[in-house]
């Protein structure tokens, strides 16, 4: 099993320039320590009936536990939309794959910010938890073999700010973006790209299966 507490990685903030009703109020902002992430790692069969029966993959299950005093969001899928020729189907178990700390696969869901002068008509949506203080939940992912770099474009529409997966990674790491409950919580169970105070928190890395 690999545990740790809340990875440091605010997302940048974006000015409320978009629609009024798609920037929720901002919450207390979330303080190192009040989310710990405890994952294991495994060779497994894709989700049926989204893969084929001999699919082979990273299987992996994680419970995530919120160790604050205020309740928060936490994040239950990868919000699809943003990469339009995506390699994995739109489920739950479904993450993003890029290089974390110290060179680790980091596989990740998460909700990317957009540059402060792009508008979004439909801001992107990504399913989430409200879980309690003391409270935690469970989730899966799995990813497809060999292991490749799936990230939206960094660039002209987002603001991506991760490093591409670069093969050779002997340790992994699973991460899901998390964010408080705004007081007033006019659209629950959801993130989007200008939901305020955003951050990822991951476990330890842990060792890389091999097929």
Not at 48 to 67: I, M
Not at 131 to 157: R, T
Request: one cysteine or more; hydrophobic letters at 35%.
């Amino acid at each position: 099993m690999a545990t740790r507490r809340f990875l440091l990685l605010s997302m940048l903030g974006l000015a409320a320039v978009a629609c009024e009703a798609d920037a929720p109020a901002p919450g207390p902002t979330p303080t190192p320590h009040e989310v710990s992430v405890t994952a294991h790692l495994t060779i497994g069969r894709g989700p049926q009936p989204h893969y084929p029966p001999e699919s082979e993959g990273l299987a992996g299950t994680y419970t995530v536990r919120n160790d604050g005093d205020d309740p928060l969001y936490i994040a239950t899928e990868r919000a699809h939309g943003q990469l339009a020729d995506a390699s994995m189907p739109e489920i739950d178990e479904a993450v993003w794959v890029s290089s974390g700390d110290e060179g680790a696969a980091r596989l990740s869901k998460q909700v990317f910010d957009v540059p402060g002068d792009v508008l979004l008509s439909v801001p992107f949506v990504l399913e989430a938890s409200r879980v309690e203080p003391g409270e935690e939940i469970e989730g899966a992912v799995y990813v497809p073999l060999p292991l490749v770099a799936e990230l939206p474009p960094d660039g002209d529409h987002y603001v991506v700010g991760e490093d591409p997966y670069q093969d050779g990674a002997s340790q992994a790491e699973i991460c899901v973006q998390a964010a408080p409950v705004p007081d007033e919580d006019s659209r629950p169970g959801r993130l989007t790209n200008y939901t305020p105070n955003r951050q990822l928190a991951c476990s330890d890395p842990m060792p890389l299966p091999q097929p």
